[in-house]
């Protein structure tokens, strides 16, 4: 059982930035694919960003692209999203998640992920 805790939420104003923090429980961190996703009311959870075990293949929404930056740290179990450049249209809930099993895995689909935090709040006020 993989646990995830996601912080760092809060609101902002638009044109400001927050970065989210999600800490994994397991000792093998380093193995997981790792994903963000969110979900504002009434609409669909969103891909956002992907990030490959080691770090070196990353993968974004296109309505985040060059705004965002997916990173992780595995020494310190933790995978972080940076958001710049904030508009209230990124306004949501905002997921961590973890593929850890050899099932079929597409980052940018949230049902091929094993493990999910329990979201956080995301506010851009204009």
């Known amino acids: 059982q993989v646990q995830l805790v996601e912080s760092g939420g809060g609101s902002v104003q638009a044109g400001g930035s927050l970065r989210l923090s999600c800490a994994a429980s397991g000792r093998t961190f380093s193995t997981y694919r790792m994903g963000w996703f969110r979900q504002a009311p009434e609409k669909e959870r969103e891909f956002v960003a992907s990030i490959s075990p080691s770090g070196s293949f990353t993968d974004y929404g296109d309505s985040v692209k060059g705004r965002f930056t997916i990173s992780r740290d595995n020494a310190k179990n933790t995978v972080y999203l940076q958001m710049n450049s904030l508009k209230p249209e990124d306004t949501a809930v905002y997921y961590c998640?973890?593929?850890?099993?050899?099932?079929?895995?597409?980052?940018?689909?949230?049902?091929?992920?094993?493990?999910w935090g329990q979201g956080i709040q995301v506010t851009v006020s204009s």
């Open positions: 998640a973890a593929k850890t099993s050899a099932t079929l895995y597409i980052p940018r689909v949230s049902r091929t992920y094993d493990y």
